[in-house]
């Protein structure tokens, strides 16, 4: 369970994942609430939901998230800029201290459970969750390394941690699954009994702990349902069908636009040619024009040059008829 942006909200199946984990929370939580690393808010009315609760103050280091959710939110709560490492909250004035997949960005956790333990009563209680070491290896397996995640924590290391603050540690494992539910119409109160898949790693989740200082709080038994398979597979499915459809369709467009654009090629390849035709005709005119004139000069230089014989020949004849 990845901290959730507004955008992922439209996501029913993510949606339902972190609204069931902050009502199981909220079942737990009393008094003063503090939900750190809120996000955008979206846990409040779902927390003041419970009537054991009193007020509600989301906690987050991203500026932007906490805008949208003092502008969004309509239920009587605060949202506030800060760090866990940093609680702006005074000693001893939080009954319930609610961080969700923060740890696990933390260098130093153990110096944001001091500060948790610092500004809760003494009969306060911190529930937390961490992704599962399990679920670390197996996300890295699959997606490759979360350059977000700095710790992986296993149930000794988060028991170890969560105890050198509190004396009573209750940790137990959450996780969205596929499931196959009877529903009857009968006694509907009945717990529905579970039978789990052979070969099933029940640690791919997210460890959810309970810890206090006075009486200790247990974890219980808990089955949300929400969407079914199909309605999964719809919800991501659809929208890739519909991108598929239209990729086709620009790809359709795109073969059209190649088509009709090597047929205007052709059409400027055909015109080029002509115009090449027509320029070599017309060179060729020049050529034979160009010998039509030289021939022509020849023909009057020779004529030129027999009138002049003629006339040289004529003066000749007219002198010797003189003499005589």
């Known amino acids: 369970m990845e901290r959730i942006e507004n955008d992922l909200l439209k996501l029913q199946f993510l949606r339902e994942e972190h609204h069931q984990r902050y009502q199981y929370v909220a079942s737990f939580a009393k008094g003063v609430v503090v939900d750190c690393a809120c996000g955008i808010g979206y846990s409040a009315p779902i927390v003041l939901s419970n ?3 009193v007020s509600y103050t989301g906690l987050d280091v991203d500026r932007e998230a906490i805008a949208y959710a003092q502008e ?4 009587d709560s605060r949202f506030e800029y800060g760090s866990i490492l940093a609680l702006p909250f005074d000693d001893c004035s939080v009954d319930t201290f609610i ?4 740890l696990e960005h933390l260098e130093q956790p153990e110096l944001a459970i001091a500060e948790v333990k610092r500004v809760l009563k003494p009969n306060g209680i911190f529930i ?14 699959l997606y490759g390394p979360n350059p977000y995640h700095i710790q992986a924590f296993s149930l000794e290391a988060l028991k170890t941690l969560l105890q050198a603050q509190f004396s009573h540690v209750d940790i137990a494992v959450i996780a969205q699954e596929l499931v196959s539910i009877v529903h009857t119409f009968q006694d509907q109160k009945m717990p529905p009994a579970v039978f789990n898949a052979k070969n099933k790693n029940v ?6 702990a309970i810890s206090s200082n006075v009486d200790a709080i247990y974890n219980k038994n808990t089955l949300f349902t929400g969407m079914s398979r199909i309605e999964y597979d719809q919800e991501l499915v659809s929208p890739l069908r519909q991108s598929l459809e239209f990729a086709e369709r620009l790809a359709e467009q795109r073969w059209q636009l190649l088509l009709e654009a090597e047929k205007r090629i052709n059409e400027v390849t055909y015109y080029k040619e002509q115009a090449e035709r027509i320029s070599e005709e017309r060179m060729q005119a020049f050529r034979d ?13 020779e004529a030129e040059r027999i009138i002049q014989m003629l006339k040289e020949q004529l003066e000749s004849v ?3 008829n003189s003499n005589q």
Do not use: W
Request: glycine share 2%.
């Open 99 to 102: 961080s969700l997949e923060t």
């Open 51 to 53: 009537p054991a609760v």
């Open 128 to 141: 937390c969750s961490v992704p599962t070491k399990d679920y670390e290896n197996f996300c890295v397996s």
């Open 318 to 320: 007219s002198k010797q």
């Open 289 to 301: 024009t160009e010998e039509m004139v030289r021939s022509r000069d020849q023909a009057l230089s």
């Open 72 to 75: 969004h939110n309509t239920t």
């Open 203 to 208: 640690m791919n989740g997210s460890f959810i």
